[in-house]
């Protein structure tokens, strides 16, 4: 009889060494996961992704290089899911969290068409091509700039997001101070960036490419020599 007693202890102990998440995580905390992308199903970087219940925010990290998150430790409830990123419009989804609930969650975010500045100062039939007249520009000052990376390879790529995709997929000519085939300044460096979405502009050199043209803060000619144009 005693022999049957260990036996069955046994066996008992056994089956929670080889499960303990089973028998433990159900009455714990769960976890939200997944990737941020972009309409063109490119990865997101940076892009600030929050877990909000009752008004108090719970979790909140970044993407990283491949778009990825992962909200640990998110107590049984309700939650509502926001992701932001520069140049694309807040994404919000409602989700409940039950215990010991790993759940996965892939986001694609919406290009922003909020930032395109209309100009109609233009008279008709000037022939104006001049970017900064166009008015289907986006235009993005000093102050519109915070938001973006510092990093600027990211910021290319933020760039080329809002200057949307062109025909083949091609991606944008970028241009500063009036030279193009280079790196980006320092975004501190950087006055204003324009950028004409039309890929059939008359002003373009390349028909069929976008445009962006940063133009830099006066004295900072000197980039033009440090980044290979």
């Given amino acids: 009889m005693l022999n049957l007693n260990y036996s069955m ?9 080889v499960m303990p998440g089973h028998f433990f995580t159900q009455t714990g905390d769960g976890r939200v996961f997944g990737k941020v992308s972009d309409p063109s199903s490119a990865v997101v970087s940076q892009a600030v992704v929050s877990a909000v219940s009752a008004g108090r925010k719970v979790s909140s990290m970044k993407t990283d290089r491949s778009g990825a998150f992962e909200l640990r430790a998110l107590p ?16 919000t989804q409602d989700l409940e969290v039950t215990p010991g609930q790993n759940q996965e969650v892939d986001i694609s975010l919406t290009i922003s068409k909020v930032e395109a500045k209309l100009d109609v100062r233009d008279e008709a039939g000037s022939g104006n091509t001049d970017p900064a007249n166009n ?7 000093e102050k519109d700039l915070e938001m973006y990376s510092e990093d600027p390879d990211e910021l290319k790529l933020q760039l080329q997001r ?3 995709a062109t025909p083949g997929g091609m991606s944008g000519q970028i241009f500063v101070d009036g030279f193009g085939g280079g790196r980006l300044p320092p975004k501190s460096a950087i006055r204003e960036i324009r950028i004409n979405q039309d890929p059939f502009s008359a002003e373009y050199d390349q028909p069929g490419f976008g445009r962006i043209e940063i133009f830099t803060k006066p004295g900072s ?3 033009h020599n440090l980044f290979s144009f």
């Fill in 221 to 223: 000619a000197q980039f």
């Fill in 76 to 91: 049984p409830g309700k939650y509502r899911l926001s992701v932001s990123a520069p140049g694309f419009e807040v994404y």
């Fill in 135 to 141: 008015a289907g520009a986006i235009v993005l000052k």
């Fill in 9 to 17: 202890m046994s066996s008992v102990l056994a089956v929670l060494f």
């Fill in 162 to 164: 809002l200057a949307g």
